[in-house]
DNA sequence: ACAATCCGTAAGTCATAACTTACGGTAAGT
DNA sequence: ACTTACCGTAAGTTATGACTTACGGATTGT
């Protein structure tokens, strides 16, 4: 369930660009928004929506409100991702040898 | 730069459930679209996008074309997630640390 | 008490993208 | 050769969401 709220929150560039500052560490918004294209209060909207998805998580510091990263939802896609990768090798492998046996083996049709 | 099309991709609801059909194998578009509440042409672009991120990869067979899972895109999300795995781990840790300290020695200002 | 700082939310604008129907092109079967 | 099945693309519509400015609440320092 929290695993398509963090994909779809994921999608958006300004609001990786937003997560990926978390990664040296906690930071306060307007810190977070300093370098940044947008505004300031687009980067509050872009931490709502992150924090709903259980990507991050914050902690009131007097009048500023500091961001950090929240492994919940990392898990929650990388626990979706690993669903598919066995498959996804088994399929590919499959995929090759099956293309080696036909051009191989001169099966061309043409 | 492909884990970025990947993220975008797997963003949209019915784009993810066109790729979840492929991970009980090699499907044609016609047999896909089957059971998904849009048309066929809509799976059409949608399996056009997920090419294009490098998530899945196509072959033609007769008349049809069958698409199937590609590790690469998936493997570039993996390595991007990764990347924030430690130090959201730790970031995590020390913030529950952090919050032992207030709480239990009673530094709360009010 | 007052001023200043920091932040979230509301309202409104505008671009993007997800969908539809219509069409054309290719391969197989008769 | 003709029909049928399968698929991709074009054009157009519509909803969504990313951004801006304006505003109000909460906390700290003087």
Redesign the pocket.
């Known amino acids: 369930m929290t695993y398509e709220n963090a994909l779809?929150a994921l999608?958006?560039?300004?609001?990786r660009r937003v997560f990926e500052r978390l990664k040296s560490g906690p930071r306060?918004?307007?810190?977070i928004?300093r370098g940044l294209?947008?505004?300031?209060?687009?980067?509050?909207?872009?931490?709502?929506?992150l924090k709903e998805a259980g990507l991050v998580a914050?902690r009131?510091e007097?009048?500023?409100?500091?961001?950090y990263i929240d492994p919940q939802g990392l898990g929650a896609v990388r626990k979706w991702l690993d669903q598919f990768w066995d498959h996804a090798l088994a399929a590919f492998q499959a995929e090759l040898e099956r293309d080696e046996g036909d051009t191989q083996a001169g099966k061309g049709?043409s």
């Open positions: 779809s999608a958006d560039p300004t609001r306060a918004v307007g810190d928004a294209p947008v505004s300031r209060p687009a980067v509050s909207q872009h931490l709502k929506v914050d009131p007097g009048t500023r409100r500091v961001y049709k």
